[in-house]
């Protein structure tokens, strides 16, 4: 069954470093999210990418954010200078042609600031 | 007022129980609707869209009434399998964003 992968799984970086998330979506799929969790707390949507550029933003995607998506297989999340408050568990989703609602996710990337 | 709101539990049922979960939206914009489900440390999964005039799903049964802003979800014949938590979904008109309540957690014992 396709599903969508998440590398890594889990780092450790210090506060003010750049971090970049990957994900590769389901490869017919078509809209593309980054969600996070932090420890205990509701799923925060982030940014939705649709036809090669972003469709939807969150206030918490701020300057320090970006995402890409390079070579039509791969979507990535750079946290350019991590934050303390920046520690999540980060969710890459993906939805097929004819948006139903129903996003699929990978595993998350567990980011951890110090 | 917080877009999406839930009570968080945690629900802790018998086997064998039927449990009730209510989720309020503040938007009247809000188009769409479904339960998510999350087990611990894992990502969310859709368990359910909900339909305007109610669906059901198994053992598990959706309503929207979409004047009060209210969602329902029941869980019939709880099995220990059901223990997760569970994640009321809207997403806006003209917009592809899930917006996630906090969740109620779910508990089911033997």
């Known amino acids: 069954e396709p599903e969508v992968t998440q590398t890594p799984s889990h780092q450790v970086t210090q506060m003010g470093q750049e971090v970049i998330l990957r994900c590769v979506p389901i490869s017919n799929h078509l809209y593309f999210y980054w969600y996070r969790q932090i420890l205990g707390q509701k799923v925060e949507f982030l940014v939705s990418?649709?036809?090669?550029?972003?469709?939807?933003k969150s206030e918490i995607f701020d300057d320090q954010f970006s995402v890409e998506r390079p070579d039509g297989s791969n979507f990535t999340l750079k946290i350019r200078s991590t934050k303390l408050e920046d520690s999540a568990m980060y969710f890459c989703?993906?939805?097929?042609?004819?948006?139903?609602?129903?996003?699929?996710f990978g595993e998350g990337s567990r980011l951890t600031v110090l | 007022r917080k877009e999406v709101e839930q009570d968080p539990g945690p629900f802790n049922v018998p086997e064998g129980a039927t449990v009730a979960f209510n989720c309020t939206y503040s938007n009247s914009a809000s188009q769409s609707f479904f339960w998510y489900r999350q087990d611990c440390r894992k990502e969310p999964k859709l368990l359910m869209s909900v339909y305007s005039s109610g669906n059901e799903d198994g053992r598990f049964t959706a309503q929207l009434n979409r004047a009060s802003q209210y969602i329902s979800l029941l869980i019939r014949d709880s099995k220990l399998s059901d223990s997760a938590t569970y994640l009321c979904?809207?997403?806006?008109?003209?917009?592809?964003?899930?917006?996630f309540g906090s969740g109620t957690r779910l508990l089911v014992r033997p």
């Open positions: 990418f649709y036809n090669n550029e972003i469709s939807e």
């Open positions: 979904v809207v997403i806006m008109d003209s917009s592809y964003k899930l917006i």
């Open positions: 989703a993906s939805s097929g042609r004819g948006f139903t609602g129903e996003l699929f």
